[in-house]
Antibody
């Protein structure tokens, strides 16, 4: 079964740091780009970051650029998100998701499947 | 404020057909395929429709998707109580070099 399991969330004071993990199983982890997506309480989904399959390249949303770092250990089938200088507005459930892509008939198709169960990060004093 | 625009809520009675819209721009829906995710209460999002109108294995054919220009729609026919959930549209954005999502639509089955 293809599965993603996040861990590492919790209550952290503003300005603090936290590292999230996402353990992958049931597929060849090193073949896929991976993403972090967050959802503030009662709000919609917001993309946070993307890392390519070998970890050589990452892209971030402007809201977290310079504070968050995505990395991966393909030997351990694990994705990480290092979050520094945390702010109240970073409070959210953080999901990891596998990026699935298909290029057929000159059309690029991309979607996220599966998603992890999410881990809650609460930034508050 | 989300890049893609969805109505915040929708509703219908059992057996009815409901549609949920998703509006974007030329850099996202206009040039890339659209996906829909279902989020049941208290759970993670789950892929419902990919590549505008494709259903993953296990998704009932009551669910269908379409796209035209810079807008997309999700249709649910034969509405059932277990369809009560949040529905999110998503698409790649060429300007942002990443995916964008709608704000989500909360579907209530009356």
């Amino acid at each position: 079964e293809v599965q993603l399991v996040e861990s590492g969330g919790g209550l952290i004071q503003p300005g603090g740091s936290l590292r999230l993990s996402c353990a992958a199983s049931g597929f060849i982890f090193s073949d896929y780009w991976m993403h972090w997506v967050r959802q503030a309480p009662g709000k919609g989904l917001v993309w946070v970051s993307r890392i390519d399959s070998d970890g050589g390249s990452s892209v971030y949303a402007d809201s977290v650029k310079g504070r968050f770092t995505s990395s991966r250990d393909n030997a351990k089938n694990t994705l990480y998100l290092q979050m520094n200088s945390l702010r109240a507005e970073d409070t959210a459930v953080y999901y990891c998701a596998r990026h699935v892509s298909d290029y057929t008939n000159n059309v690029d198709r991309d979607w996220f499947d599966p998603w992890g169960q999410g881990t809650l990060v609460t930034v508050s004093s | 404020q989300s890049v893609l625009t969805q109505p915040p809520s929708a509703s219908g009675t059992p057996g009815q057909r409901v549609t949920i819209s998703c509006s974007g721009s030329s850099s996202n829906i206009g040039s890339n395929t659209v996906n829909w995710y279902q989020q049941l209460p208290g759970t993670a999002p789950k892929l419902l429709i990919y590549s505008n109108n494709q259903r993953p294995s296990g998704v009932p054919d009551r669910f269908s998707g379409s796209k035209s220009g810079t807008s997309a729609s999700l249709a649910i026919s034969g509405l059932q109580s277990e369809d009560e959930a949040d529905y999110h549209c998503g698409a790649w954005d060429d300007s942002l070099h990443g995916p964008v999502f709608g704000g989500g639509t909360k579907l209530t089955v009356l």
